[in-house]
């Protein structure tokens, strides 16, 4: 078991940046590959991007590719999302989600994929 814990949203205005965090407890941090989804209210969860095990490797939506940038310090088992040029459509609720021995890496953007989720964090952008 893992538990997840995010932080960091807020209302921001369009251009601007905000850095999300999501703090993990319980079983070895290094064993999971974590991942960023996002929901808007009535529509499918979304992944926004995603990081392996060791952090060698990231992946990214296209939407967002170039603007965020996902990291994470195994050492203080947190995973931080880096949100730059923020859009109005990046609104939504952002959820950091992990998935146990993951040894391929490959991008895991399923929500299917990922057996443990946190909370959710509101990340509102003004136009």
């Known amino acids: 078991q893992v538990q997840l814990v995010e932080s960091g949203g807020g209302l921001v205005q369009a251009g601007g940046s905000l850095r999300l965090s999501c703090a993990a407890s319980g079983r070895a941090f290094s064993r999971f590959a974590m991942a960023w989804f996002r929901q808007v209210q009535g529509k499918e969860r979304e992944a926004v991007t995603a990081?392996?095990?060791?952090?060698?490797?990231?992946y990214y939506a296209a939407s967002v590719k170039g603007r965020f940038t996902i990291s994470r310090d195994n050492a203080q088992n947190r995973i931080y999302l880096q949100m730059n040029s923020l859009k109005p459509e990046d609104t939504a609720e952002y959820y950091c989600?992990?998935?146990?021995?993951?040894?391929?890496?490959?991008?895991?953007?399923?929500?299917?994929?990922?057996?443990?989720w946190g909370q959710g964090t509101q990340v509102t952008v003004s136009s």
């Open positions: 989600a992990a998935t146990e021995g993951r040894y391929i890496d490959i991008w895991y953007n399923l929500r299917s994929d990922y057996a443990y």
């Open positions: 990081i392996n095990m060791s952090g060698s490797r990231t």
